[in-house]
T-cell receptor
């Protein structure tokens, strides 16, 4: 499978715990995006990387959220001290040229209990 | 006012019907207009994108943009049960950030 890969697909965690998600973009795609999608809503932009540089962040990305792309390949999104409001689908996308050709992964569904 | 408004439906049509899905937007700076299809518990899949006002056709799908009225549409001809999904409009203003509508859930009944 040469698409965008996200791991895990599902995560259930207790409130207050830390969680980390991983995204493997399509090989050679230098742009990587994270979005969050809650039930009945469209995806909301969280952050964007070009290679290893994090170039844009949404104000949705509070201090509890941190994203990295250390070698310009895979990316991780960590949420510290999870809250019930963090329950959502976390989507990763990658592209080579621009966002008009971004491919999304299947997402990581987070449930905070 | 939200940047992108989309009627969430749900929309239910018989097989073979023409489907019209619509979004309005508020920011004149938006330049890129996209439609995504999302099946249940899957990531969004890009269907079509366009930069300019007018129509763009791809098989049974036609995307239409009217920048003067800030209105975009997706038409699906000869709809099939396999078209049943949530359709999301997405718009961008030149940055790397897509602004999505809420999505319209479509069911095509055999």
């Amino acid at each position: 499978d040469t698409g965008v890969s996200q791991d895990p697909r599902h995560k259930i965690t207790k409130r207050g715990q830390n969680v980390t998600f991983r995204c493997d973009p399509i090989s050679e795609h230098n742009r990587l995006y994270w979005y969050r999608q809650t039930l009945g809503q469209g995806p909301e932009f969280l952050t964007y990387f070009q290679n290893e540089a994090q170039l844009e962040k949404s104000r949705l990305l509070s201090d509890r959220f941190s994203a990295e792309r250390p070698k310009g390949s895979f990316s991780t999104l960590e949420i510290q001290r999870t809250e019930q409001g963090d329950s959502a689908m976390y989507l990763c996308a990658s592209s080579l040229q621009d966002l008009t050709e971004a491919f999304f992964g299947q997402g990581t569904r987070l449930t905070v209990v | 006012q939200k940047e992108v408004e989309q009627d969430p439906g749900p929309l239910s049509v018989p097989e073979g019907a023409i489907v019209s899905l619509n979004c309005t937007y508020s920011n004149s700076a938006f330049q890129y207009f996209m439609w995504y299809r999302q099946y249940s518990r899957k990531g969004p899949e890009l269907l079509m994108y366009t930069y300019s006002s007018g129509n763009k056709e791809d098989g049974r799908f036609t995307a239409q943009v009217d920048k003067s009225s800030k209105y975009i549409s997706l038409f699906i001809r000869d709809s099939q049960p396999s078209d049943s999904a949530t359709y999301l409009c997405a718009i961008a203003a030149g940055s790397e950030k897509l602004v999505f509508g809420k999505g319209t859930k479509l069911t095509v009944n055999p």
